[in-house]
């Protein structure tokens, strides 16, 4: 079974710049998740999405972040415009949870940000 | 409602023992372990749903005290590829909190020959 996709896998860019993740979840897993995880820390959840709807936004800082996940299946967050203190690893990861029940995460390469 | 893990990091010799606690100050629902090599994606190691269960799979085991609102991780004979970064992740709730884990810092474990 094939895991989490995530692209570009390293990003460089300069601050004020706009710049767009892509993830595709495991095959049929109906809740996704983007997290940023900073040098030496946990990962943080930015937004949750269950199908195509967002069950929690709460930490995403919209001024300048946006996601959507289309049809339920892929997603993309988007930063813009990223500022120095966005580099960060931005992980997808995506789990089979359809009801009230404590589930399985599975974690994807992540996508290594660098802001200039 | 980040959880606070203890160590930080822990160096190990091949086939020594260690024990990575992961503590909150909210209740909690379940605790999710990963370990992540550097580099690499988060690879989950177990879930423990609160009821004190301990869970377990090759020498790699873990305990949830929901009383204490803890758990520990304990790694027996640890190998070389034991070695990486240990995350606990805390579900607090139900309802608007569904699903979100709350990770802690980490615990750095070096395992050498």
């Known amino acids: 079974e094939a895991g989490v996709a995530q692209s570009p896998r390293y990003k460089i860019i300069e601050k004020r710049q706009s710049v767009a993740f892509w993830c595709n979840p495991i095959?049929?897993?109906?809740?996704l998740y983007w997290y940023q995880q900073i040098l030496g820390q946990g990962p943080k959840l930015l937004i949750q999405?269950?199908?195509?709807?967002?069950?929690?936004d709460s930490q995403l800082p919209k001024d300048r972040f946006s996601a959507e996940r289309l049809k339920g299946v892929d997603s993309t967050l988007k930063i813009q415009p990223a500022k120095l203190e966005d580099s960060a690893v931005y992980l997808c990861?995506?789990?089979?949870?359809?009801?009230?029940?404590?589930?399985?995460?599975?974690f994807g390469p992540g996508t290594r940000l660098t802001v200039l | 409602q980040q959880p606070v893990q203890s160590p930080q990091a822990v160096i190990l010799r091949e086939g020594e023992d260690a024990v990575i606690n992961c503590s909150s100050s909210k209740a909690l629902y379940s605790v999710h372990w990963y370990r992540q090599k550097h580099g690499e994606a988060p690879v989950f190691l177990m879930i423990?749903?609160?009821?004190?269960e301990q869970k377990g799979h090759d020498k790699i085991s873990a305990s949830f005290n929901e009383k204490k609102q803890q758990s520990s991780l304990y790694l027996t004979a640890s190998q070389l590829s034991y070695s990486g970064t240990y995350f606990c992740g805390t579900e607090t709730g139900r309802g608007s909190t569904l699903g979100r884990l709350y990770f802690g810092r980490g615990t750095q474990l070096t395992v050498w020959p």
């Open positions: 095959s049929g897993h109906a809740t």
């Open positions: 999405f269950q199908n195509n709807g967002v069950v929690d």
């Open positions: 990861a995506s789990s089979a949870r359809l009801d009230q029940s404590t589930d399985t995460q599975y």
């Open positions: 423990l749903l609160k009821g004190g």
